[in-house]
């Protein structure tokens, strides 16, 4: 599937494409096309097709990264004429270009999007596929450069309550002690529960200081 997980947290990103796409890149006959649509398919929004939203991107960007894969010496103004050969073969719309943002059309959910002003819509009323709500410092970011306010927030009342159930799910055996304990079964352990507690305390925190290197829910899973 297409990535949306934080860049400093993912160390492999995978993607997918469909056979449409794979045509109209094989049509192109060009492997730094290929390159840099691959490239900028890891930087996509999974429910959206969106590039350069939930994480910032430059056309300097784009051409750093080129260069170190296949040993180029490209300048940005190259990189455009590649962006623009990927968009007149409808593999991508370019919406901004400093910041860049575009939407990858192929994309297998991808939004019809065709202006700026569509997409910051969008964005305004979708801020969780960005991961908006976790990633406080890069919406701040976003929403203060195109100077648009949030007209979505999301409600932190209940976040302590969520972490909490989250942590009895991943528990299935506990599930039942929520409502009733079992006529033989053991009462459950204080003292876990309040570090349980102590847990949730703490992720709610640092969500609501914006501390995204706390608040990593990959980091179990890293080597």
């Given at each position: 599937?297409?990535?949306?997980?934080?860049?400093?947290?993912?160390?492999?990103?995978?993607?997918?494409?469909?056979?449409?796409?794979?045509?109209?890149?094989?049509?192109?006959?060009?492997?730094?096309?290929?390159?840099?649509?691959?490239?900028?398919?890891?930087?996509?929004?999974?429910?959206?097709?969106?590039?350069?939203?939930?994480?910032?991107?430059?056309?300097?960007?784009?051409?750093?990264?080129?260069?170190?894969?296949?040993?180029?010496?490209?300048n940005t103004?190259?990189?455009?004429?590649?962006?623009?050969?990927?968009?007149?073969?409808?593999?991508?719309?370019?919406?901004?270009?400093?910041?860049?943002?575009?939407?990858?059309?192929?994309?297998?959910?991808?939004?019809?999007?065709?202006?700026?002003?569509?997409?910051?819509?969008?964005?305004?009323?979708?801020?969780?596929e960005f991961n908006f709500?976790?990633?406080?410092?890069?919406?701040?970011?976003?929403?203060?450069?195109?100077?648009?306010?949030?007209?979505?927030?999301?409600?932190?009342?209940?976040?302590?309550?969520?972490?909490?159930?989250?942590?009895?799910?991943?528990?299935?055996?506990?599930?039942?002690?929520?409502?009733?304990?079992?006529?033989?079964?053991?009462?459950?352990?204080?003292?876990?529960?309040?570090?349980?507690?102590?847990?949730?305390?703490?992720?709610?925190?640092?969500?609501?200081?914006?501390?995204?290197?706390?608040?990593?829910?990959?980091?179990?899973?890293?080597?």
């Amino acid at each position: 599937m297409t990535n949306q997980l934080f860049t400093k947290t993912t160390t492999d990103r995978y993607i997918a494409v469909n056979n449409e796409t794979l045509n109209k890149l094989t049509k192109l006959a060009c492997l730094k096309s290929w390159h840099l649509y691959f490239n900028l398919a890891k930087k996509q929004s999974f429910k959206n097709g969106l590039v350069g939203v939930f994480e910032a991107l430059s056309i300097y960007d784009l051409m750093k990264e080129l260069n170190e894969q296949l040993s180029l010496n490209f300048n940005t103004q190259k990189i455009e004429r590649l962006l623009t050969k990927l968009e007149k073969a409808e593999l991508l719309k370019i919406i901004n270009r400093r910041p860049l943002i575009l939407i990858l059309t192929s994309a297998e959910q991808a939004e019809t999007l065709n202006s700026l002003d569509e997409v910051l819509n969008y964005v305004q009323h979708n801020e969780a596929e960005f991961n908006f709500h976790m990633m406080k410092k890069r919406a701040e970011e976003f929403f203060s450069f195109f100077k648009i306010d949030r007209i979505q927030q999301i409600a932190k009342a209940d976040l302590k309550a969520i972490a909490l159930d989250e942590l009895v799910r991943a528990r299935p055996s506990r599930q039942a002690l929520q409502t009733q304990q079992a006529p033989h079964s053991k009462p459950t352990d204080p003292q876990r529960d309040t570090r349980e507690q102590e847990l949730a305390s703490a992720w709610q925190e640092a969500i609501d200081k914006g501390d995204e290197s706390y608040f990593d829910p990959f980091k179990n899973f890293q080597n």
